[in-house]
């Protein structure tokens, strides 16, 4: 069952804020939003992840709406490196299975 | 953060054969282990679940008898594809998890291409 929904695909300028969104309109209130991206044929990296309050690292911004429905992941200044998958995932704790969908292509254009 | 490696990193085989792949966490101790299958285009596919010293846990429509687990160690899982065809050509990754504060989250590997002729 598919808990998140994201577009299929995104472009993004060099040097642009990249706002990928995500749906998770059943999500529990224990359920965590995970973010992770996969390069191609490289295996998959954590991103960041949030419960219902912002949060930021040194890669990403995460921002949750407060009904927590969605998301959007925020990589302020896209770089080519970028370009990858980028994956959104809701579990209920870090010890649950990651269960990924189709994700987000995102292409970083020069 | 932790790492996990994986070995081979590729691997090309004949058909009927058996092909081993490793998964280590090189830097802590991974009470779990997780196997993906992922085809071209695809996202990936959640194969088994492993436990330390326990029998894998596999997921719905996965032979157990095809893809044998074993997670003997804290810090090494393997998966072994028992008399491989070229359909499981495909991208394989596992990730790791182990307890703690610091590495209660999931680490992956960097995958393992299996191309079967």
């Known amino acids: 069952d598919a808990k998140t929904t994201q577009p299929p695909s995104m472009d993004c300028a060099e040097g642009r804020a990249a706002n990928l969104p995500c749906n998770h309109s059943?999500?529990?209130?224990?359920?965590?939003v995970y973010w992770y991206r996969q390069i191609h044929s490289q295996g998959p990296q954590y991103i960041i992840h949030?419960?219902?309050n912002n949060e930021t690292n040194e890669m990403a911004s995460l921002i949750i709406t407060e009904d927590r429905k969605s998301s959007t992941l925020i990589l302020p200044h896209a770089t080519l490196r970028d370009t990858a998958v980028y994956y959104c995932?809701?579990?209920?704790?870090?010890?649950?299975?990651?269960?990924f969908g189709p994700g987000t292509s995102l292409s970083v254009i020069p | 953060g932790a790492v996990v490696s994986q070995h081979p990193s590729r691997v090309i085989c004949k058909s009927g054969t058996s092909v081993k792949i490793e998964c280590r966490s090189l830097?802590?101790?991974?009470?779990?282990m997780f196997w993906y299958r992922q085809f071209p285009k695809q996202s990936l596919m959640l194969m088994a679940t492993?436990?330390?010293?326990?029998?894998?846990?596999?997921e719905q429509g996965v032979e157990k008898d095809k893809f044998l687990i074993n997670h003997a160690s804290l810090t090494l899982s393997t998966l072994t594809v028992a008399s491989a065809h070229p359909e499981d050509s495909s991208f394989y990754i596992c990730?790791?998890?182990?307890?703690?504060?610091?590495?209660?989250?999931?680490?992956f590997g960097p995958g393992t291409r299996l191309t079967v002729l």
């Open positions: 059943t999500i529990s209130g224990n359920e965590y």
């Open positions: 830097d802590f101790q991974a009470t779990t």
């Open positions: 492993s436990n330390e010293g326990s029998k894998a846990t596999y």
């Open positions: 990730s790791a998890q182990g307890g703690g504060v610091s590495y209660n989250e999931q680490f």
């Open positions: 949030g419960l219902k």
């Open positions: 995932i809701v579990r209920v704790t870090s010890y649950d299975k990651v269960i």
